[in-house]
Each structure stands twice: as C-alpha cells, then as structure tokens.
C-alpha cells in the first residue's frame, strides 16, 4: 500500500490507495488514518487530485474529528507564532529602556571594560582597581573619558600590578550618535623606563594627561606619577 516517493523531489513521501504521490507536508489527520487503518473503500481527491479512499460508515466520525485536530492545531499555532513575535519585541524594548537608563557614561564604560578584556593575557582575571569619569562639553557633543588603573595575571598566574588605561567617547542625542573612538593602556615597560629616567612615559603624556584631566585630577608632572 505504502511506496517510497520524491518529497520536496528528493527525499521520501508515501504513496495513498491511488496512484499519485501525497506530500508528506500536506496529508491530513483523516487522510493518514486512511493509510494507516488500510481501510479504504470509496475514493476521495485532495486540492492536488491525489486519491483517498475511507469507509463511508466511518466518513462523518472522521471528518469531525478531523476538524476538530485541525482547527485546535492552528489557535495553538498561532498561539505559539504570537509569542514568537512577542518575545524579541520585548527584548528590544528592554534593551531600549536599559541603553536609557544606563545613557553615555555607561555605554562609555561597558566599551572600555570589553576593549580592556580584548587587551589581558588571560580576560576573564581583569579587574579594574580604580577609575573616574571626566566629562568635556563641545560644541559637537560631550567627550566622556573614562580614565584608570587595570590588572590582570600573567602567563604565569599572577596579577601583574595595576597599570593606567584611557579612553575616549563622543555622545551627541539630538543626533543619536554615541561612539567610543579609543581605548589605551600604558606599556609597563616603557613606563618603568620612564620612571626610572626622571620622565613622563609617552602614555601619560600623549593619552593621561590630554584625556584624564579635571578640577579633581590634576595633570601629571614628572616625580608625580
């Protein structure tokens, strides 16, 4: 009764009690009890003219029960599409009232936070000792830098010592616009060097003092660092 067929044209699909094949994807509740129960007497034709055939004493108690599947398989269907389509709405608008809440001081510092893993030996041991925020009006927007001390183990297991960072965020909202354009940490080397040469590191000067500077942080000079 049952033959091996195309599905999609290329896989396997079953064969009814007439001659043409019956989409695998397609077939309905009744019309499998047909071919499984092998109780076929009359021949009924679907929309793709393949051939059924059931018991006529059988018909009606089959074709409500059939109904019934169908139309309680499609309000769970849709039931289950309409969540679907509600839970990334949900998350989106959660993400929105977050990204709100937390505005450019904490988008600033969860960029530098991500860049600075990006830059340890080992990511997951990074913790930042100490930091600060120095905000900068513009006429373009506000600059937000988030400036200080981060460590991290070595390839030996054991944190390093702590060692200055500094970045540099822009923020307009009547534009939308929100960017971090840098994130940069010391060379301990090169600011061992420096220290020992009575000089500021190029870091300190270059990033520390251009970018970490407020009313409560002074620039730094040398014998100071």
């Known amino acids: 009764m049952f033959g091996a067929v ?3 044209r290329h896989g396997r699909s079953y064969r009814g009690c007439g001659s043409k094949p019956i989409s695998t994807f397609r077939i ?18 679907d929309g793709d003219g393949a051939e ?16 019934e ?27 929105y009232i977050r990204n709100k809440m937390v505005g450019p001081v904490g988008w600033a510092t969860e960029d530098v936070e991500k860049a600075l893993r990006m830059k340890m030996k080992d990511p997951d041991s990074m913790v930042i000792r100490s930091s600060y925020v120095v905000e900068r009006k513009t006429e373009f927007g506000l600059e937000i830098s988030i400036c200080g001390f981060v460590d991290g183990r070595n390839g030996f297991g054991a944190y390093s010592g702590p060692v200055r960072f500094a970045s540099k ?14 994130v940069k ?41």
């Open 169 to 182: 965020s822009f923020s307009n909202r009547q534009l939308g616009v929100f960017e971090t354009s840098m």
């Open 6 to 8: 195309d599905r999609f």
């Open 52 to 67: 059924f055939r059931y018991e006529s004493t059988d018909y009606k108690r089959l074709l409500k029960a059939t109904v």
């Open 28 to 45: 309905s509740e009744f019309q499998i009890f047909c071919l499984l129960t092998g109780s076929c007497l009359s021949t009924l034709k």
């Open 69 to 95: 599947i169908v139309i309680g398989g499609n309000m769970k269907a849709l039931k289950w599409i309409g969540v679907i389509c509600l839970v990334p709405v949900v998350l989106v608008a959660g993400s």
């Open 185 to 225: 940490l010391e060379n301990p080397l090169e600011a061992t060097q420096s220290r020992e040469s009575n000089m500021l590191s190029a870091f300190e000067e270059i990033y520390w003092n251009k970018y970490c500077v407020d009313a409560t942080h002074p620039a730094l000079t040398v014998g100071s660092n």
